[in-house]
C-alpha cells in the first residue's frame, strides 16, 4: 500500500508507520463499516495487537511463563517457510496436494546398484544414512555397510530402523537433514551428522556444489537431468501427494537449524483434552477437530517468528555465556533492539556486554491473550473478574486449531482456568459455487456493496441462514428475500399501528378464538427461539420467525382480523379490543425475535410506535417476549377458522376468481363442538366471504381433521 520495506528503517520507525496507517486511515473506516454492519460493540475501547497495551500483556505473559519453566530456547531443527524467511509452528501449517514423482535412483553398495526411491532429489547433498525396516529380509544383507550418494560420491551407513516403511516406494530410504519429521528423529535417535542443503530464503547451499544458489524447484530439475545422463535414475511415477505448506502463502515448508523460543506443553496432552472436554460446544460435533489437533501434536509451540515486524521478545542474552535477561516487567514494553538489558552485568559471568533478542514473537501468541487484553482495557479490576473468563468465544471452524487452542492453552498455563464457558462455531462465506472467499481468487463479495445495494438487514437476514458451522454460499437472491422481508413487515406494521392508535394494552373481556390463536402459535415460537438461541442456534430462530411472519400472522391472521379491526360497529367494540390485543403482542413479540437478526428494521418500527407505550428507550434493550398461556381447545378453533379461509380462498384462486368473490355455502367439518363453533362463525363468513356457513362434526376416529364442501 505505502510501498515501504520493513528492513530499510529502523524497526521502530516501521513500527510508528504501520501504528499511524492502522489509526488513522485504516480504522476509521472499519469502525464505520461495523456501524453499518450493526454490530453492537462498545466503540470507545480499541486495541490492536501491536499497541503499547497488547505488548505489555504478551511481554508480560512471555516472562511469566519462562519463570514457570514453561519456555525454553533451543538450537533445533524447526519447521521453515522459504519465502517468508521464518520459523512457523505446527499450526500454521496445512497440507496440500501436489503434484510430483517418485524418483527410482541409483544408490552404490560396493559397487553394486541400491535402489532408493524418493521424491526429493534436490536433498541429496544432506544424505547422513539410509535406512530399512529390521524385519525386511531384503536388505538385512547391507547392515553395517556404506551406500554411495548418486552425483555427490560420498558414503553414508545403511542401519536398520523401525521407522522405514517396507511397504513404501522401494522399502528402503535416505535420511537427509533435514527432509521431514522421520529424518530429524533418526538424526537424534543415531546421532547422525547435521548437513543443511537449502537456506533459510529457499536456495541451495554450498553443499550442493554446482546446484549451489539455485532455487529448491530448479535443483531439482537439475539434478533429475543429470542424474538421468549419468544412469542414475532408473523411473520416475508421476503421484499426488499431500504436502506441509505454510498456510499464510502456500509455500512447501522445509527443516532448519536455528535457535527459537518453545512454549513446553507436548507433555499436557491429556490436559488439553481434559481442558476442551469442559468447554460447551456449539455446535457439539466441533470438539472433534480441537480433539483431533490435540492428539496430532509432535511439536512443542515455536512462538518466535524472524520477521521485522511483531511484538518483540523482553530479552538480552549475555555476550560471554548466553545467560537468558529478561526484562523488567514493571517497565514493559520494551524493544531490546533500542532499550538497554536491565542489568549492569552479566548475573552468571559478570559479563558486560548484551546481545539483543532481534526475533519477535509469533502472532497467536499475543492473540491468545485476547481474553486477558480485552478485559485489561478496563482499570477496575472488579470488572475484569466479571469479564474474565469470558463467557462466550465466537469464531470460525478454520481457526480452532490456532486461536481457541492456543488461547485455552494460555489461560490454562497462566491462569489454570478456561478463558470462556461457551464456545460458538460459525461457519464460512463461501462463492455461489461454494468456494472459500479469497482476494487472491477474485471471488470476494464486499459486504459494503451489498449493504449499499440493498441493506445491512438484508446481508444479516441473509448470513443468519447459516446453520451453526457450517459454511454458507453467497446467493445475491437471499439478500432480496431479506429486501422483501422488509418491506413486508413495514408495510404489516403500517396497517397495526392504524389499527392500534387508540389501543391502551388493556386485556380484552374475552379473547376472540382466532386472537387466541395467534397468541399460542406465537408462543411455541417464543419458546423454541429463545431455546435456538441460548443454544447460539440463530438460524433456527430466523428460519422460525421468517414463516411464522409470513404464513401465519401475514398470510391468515392478519387476513381474518382485519374485518374486525375495521368494523367495530358491526362485529362489536370487545371484538376488536381482542383483535387489537393479538395484533399488538403478536408484531411486537415478531419485532424482538427479530432484532438480533434484522436491528435497523426492528429498532425503526419500535421507535415509531412501540417505544412510547413499552417505555424501554430501544427494542435491543426492552425485555424478551414473554409466553401467554392460551388453552389447546382456543387453539383447535383458531385451526378450524384458518383452514376455512384459507381452503375458501384456494378454492377461488383455482378458478381464476377475486378473492372478494363471494361464496354461496360453505360446509365446515371438524372435530370441535358446535357451540366452540359458533365462536369462530363470525371471523369465517368475513375472512371467507361466504353467504352461508354450516358446521358438521367430524367423528373422533376419522382421518383427516378437517373437511368442506365449497358452493360458489
Known sequence: MKKISAKAMPRDEFVKICYETVNKELKPQYVNDMKRLGLSCDFNLFYDTINEHSQRISQRSFIELYEKGLEYRKDAPTMWCPKCETGISQVECEDKELDSFFNDIVFKVDGEELIIATTRPELLPACVAVFYHPDDARYQKYKGKMAKVPLFDFEVPIMPDPRADPEKGTGIVMCCTFGDQTDMEWQKAHDLPIKLAISTDGKMTKLAGKYEGMSIQTARKMIIEDMKDQRLLLSQEPIKHAVNVHERCGTEIEFMKAKQWFISYLDKKEDMLKWGAELNWYPKHMKSRYDHWVKGLAWDWMISRQRFFGVPFPVWYCKECDEVILADKKKLPVDPIKDKAPLAKCPKCGCTEFVPEKDVMDTWATSSLTPQIAAELIPDKAIQKKIYPMSLRPQAHDIITFWLFNTVVKSR????????????????????????????????????????????????????????????????????????????????????????????????????????????????????????????????????????????????????????????????????????????????????????????????????????????????????????????????????????????????????????????????????????????????????????????????????????????
Not at 472 to 487: A, R, S
Not at 680 to 697: C, F, H, M, N, T
Request: proline share 3%; charged share 30%; net charge negative.
Open 413 to 712: 498455563l497462566h491462569n489454570g482456568i478456561n478463558p470462556w464457558a461457551d464456545v460458538m462455531i460459525a461457519g464460512h462465506a463461501q462463492d455461489p459455487h461454494g468456494k472459500k472467499m479469497s482476494k487472491s481468487k477474485g471471488n470476494v463479495v464486499e459486504p459494503q456493496v451489498m449493504i449499499d445495494k440493498y441493506s445491512a438487514d438484508s446481508l444479516r437476514f441473509w448470513a443468519a441462514g447459516s446453520k451453526l458451522g457450517d459454511d454458507l454460499p453467497f446467493q445475491e437472491k437471499d439478500l432480496v428475500t431479506g429486501e422483501k422481508f422488509i418491506t413486508k413487515i413495514w408495510n404489516a406494521s403500517k396497517f397495526a399501528f392504524m389499527h392500534l392508535e387508540d389501543y391502551d394494552l388493556k386485556k380484552p373481556k374475552h379473547l376472540e378464538p382466532i386472537d387466541g390463536w395467534i397468541i399460542s402459535k406465537l408462543n411455541k415460537i417464543i419458546k423454541t427461539s429463545t431455546e435456538a438461541f441460548n443454544s447460539y442456534e440463530y438460524s433456527k430462530t430466523k428460519q422460525d420467525v421468517e414463516n411464522f411472519f409470513w404464513h401465519d400472522f401475514c398470510d391468515n391472521y392478519l387476513e381474518i382480523v382485519k374485518d374486525r379491526l375495521y368494523n367495530p360497529d358491526l362485529r362489536g367494540k370487545d371484538a376488536r379490543i381482542s383483535g387489537q390485543y393479538g395484533l399488538y403482542h403478536s408484531l411486537l413479540s415478531i419485532i424482538k425475535l427479530m432484532a438480533p437478526i434484522m436491528p435497523y428494521i426492528t429498532e425503526e418500527l419500535y421507535q415509531l410506535f412501540f417505544k412510547e407505550k413499552e417505555k424501554a428507550e430501544s427494542v435491543h434493550i426492552a425485555s424478551w417476549p414473554k409466553e401467554v398461556k392460551i388453552d389447546q381447545e382456543t387453539e383447535k378453533i383458531g385451526d378450524l377458522i384458518v383452514y376455512a379461509v384459507s381452503t375458501s380462498r384456494r378454492a377461488k384462486s383455482e378458478k381464476n376468481l377475486s378473492l372478494k368473490t363471494e361464496l354461496k355455502a360453505l360446509v365446515i367439518r371438524g372435530k370441535i363442538e358446535l357451540a366452540e363453533f359458533e365462536l369462530a362463525r363470525g371471523d369465517i363468513i368475513s375472512a371467507a366471504r361466504a353467504l352461508s356457513v354450516e358446521y358438521q362434526k367430524l367423528d373422533e376416529k376419522s382421518e383427516a381433521d378437517f373437511e368442506h364442501e365449497i358452493v360458489f
